[in-house]
């Protein structure tokens, strides 16, 4: 890729449109999925995986990483439910990326002690 300044003057080595489009937007605006954990209260896991729903702008990872730092859930939670709307003013909304059930520990021990 050749530019000057903001400007692209000159994209090569791609091999169909969509790499065109995807240099254009790593120079422009360079934008990742953000994948991370939440904690999580009564459930039998202490963190549930979450994801953004698009791409977070680059310059954005650091705000959206402390503000799910913040965030302690409380289970039971569903795949695809939406943990935050927007994430840092950017409009992503934040999702579970898997489900957990109420957990009360319980259960646990009801098997343990049948298996003795």
Excluded: H, W
Excluded at 88 to 97: L, P
């Amino acid at each position: 890729m050749e530019f000057e300044g903001e400007k692209i003057k000159e994209i090569s080595g791609y091999n169909c449109l969509k790499g065109k489009e995807y240099a254009k937007g790593e120079f422009k605006d360079p934008r990742r999925i953000l994948t991370t954990t939440v904690r999580i209260k009564n459930a039998k896991y202490p963190r549930i995986p979450v994801r953004t729903e698009t791409g977070v702008p680059k310059d954005k990872l650091q705000c959206c990483l402390s503000e799910l730092n913040e965030i302690v859930l409380d289970a039971p939670i569903e795949i695809g439910e939406k943990i935050i709307d927007n994430a840092c003013g950017t409009g992503i909304s934040v999702i579970a990326s898997r489900s957990l059930s109420a957990y009360s520990g319980a259960e646990e021990e009801t098997r343990c002690s049948s298996e003795r």
